[in-house]
């Protein structure tokens, strides 16, 4: 029997095609067999819950700079934030937030624009970055958040909060 190349490619696409339906089958298998993981971590915060976390978060620190007192900022971290960040430490690590002069209080009425979608991390970790339009700056985030069992609830263990300028909207031409 005389086989041509088409023959020869048509078999062993036949055959590619079995291997491949027969280890789907095997997947779906042994998918069945085992017990589905839950998820064992935090709960995850829907989306309101999510942006008044970012603006309480920002609000506090606009209220530090303000006063010069952070204890509201410390009172919102973890354990193990307080322990590295103490209300001194705070107070240096936004100083020069606070020689911008910007007056984070906008946020209160703003809905943060998230840079990403949130994320958890294996380690239970919640990070959110993104940022919020005040003016001509850019307020740029990126806030950590650990899940506080006993408090029930999610606790500051990171931030970065940067204010950029924006450059000036380009000036169109019109025609004349």
Known sequence: MVQTRWHARMRRNLCAGFFAVVSVLIGAM???QAPAQAYEGPPVPDPQDLIDL????V???DS???SGD??????MGSARFQSEHPTQK???EFASLKSA???LAAVRRLTPVTSRPPTLDRNGLLRMLGFFEIENRRIVFDLVYDYDAALNGWRLAGISIDPRVMPPE????QPE
């Not at 970012?54 to 978060?57: E, L």
């Open 64 to 66: 530090g700079n303000k």
């Open 30 to 32: 042994l998918a069945t």
């Open 59 to 61: 609000l506090a620190v």
């Open 170 to 173: 380009p000036k169109l031409m």
């Open 70 to 75: 952070y204890q509201t900022l410390y009172a």
């Open 90 to 92: 705070l107070a240096e």
């Open 54 to 57: 970012v603006r309480d978060t």
């Open 101 to 103: 002069a910007v007056d």
